[in-house]
């Protein structure tokens, strides 16, 4: 469903609201925040629609640098320009380095210790669930994919097979189902 044109669409603030708001966003994250992106720009603070979130997300995927930092500087530029980009990258990055470098510091004194291993894995397994819901929470937003619900659902297959099954390198995988997918969005949508 479209937004309507004539109501006017939640948007940041101002500069330090891009910078508290993606502050925030990042603190939330252990291993990615992709889920939590999605959930907080798409459905809590609503300054994307789900597929700006894809359409942005794809973007972010394919330039080099951390997917979620791309996203953050590409909504900063679209309401603010440069000085927007340079805030929601601050708030991304500023406060989560500090909290890094600390916990650094303490991994350092008790890396040996078996507790810490197990809180390690036990963030891992989470992480791999959040992306999973985040993944089936955003599998709607492909019924108005131009290439069709069963040629994604045969890419991804295919991309799972290449990289888990074949154990192919992922920018191989990428670079050629993306070409297709693109050839064949972009065939669909000339018609």
């Not at 330090?16 to 907080?40: C, K, N, P, Y």
């Not at 995988?173 to 972009?186: E, P």
Request: proline content about 6%; hydrophobic content about 55%; glycine content about 10%.
């Amino acid at each position: 469903m479209s937004p309507d044109p004539a109501v006017p669409r939640p948007q940041p603030k101002s500069v330090r609201d891009l910078f508290i708001s993606f502050t925030l966003l990042a603190l939330q994250g252990f291993g990615g925040v992709q889920a939590i992106v999605q959930m907080e720009l798409v459905e809590r603070k609503r300054w994307l629609t789900h597929e700006e979130f894809i359409e942005d997300w794809a973007v972010a995927q394919i330039m080099p640098g951390p997917n979620v930092v791309n996203l953050s500087m590409m909504i900063g530029n679209r309401y603010f320009g440069l000085a927007g980009a340079m805030a929601a990258l601050a708030g991304m990055l500023a406060l989560p380095l500090l909290i890094i470098l600390l916990l650094a510091m303490v991994y350092g004194q008790f890396a040996n210790h078996p507790g810490v291993a197990g809180a390690l894995r036990g963030m891992s397994a989470v992480t791999a669930g959040m992306i999973i819901a985040s993944g089936l929470r955003l599998f709607p937003a492909l019924k108005s994919n131009p290439i069709g619900l069963a040629i994604c659902g045969l890419l991804c297959a295919l991309c799972f097979a290449g990289v888990a099954l074949l154990h192919l390198p992922l920018a191989y995988v990428l670079l050629g189902l993306g070409s297709i997918a693109c050839t064949l969005a972009y065939q669909r949508l000339g018609k």
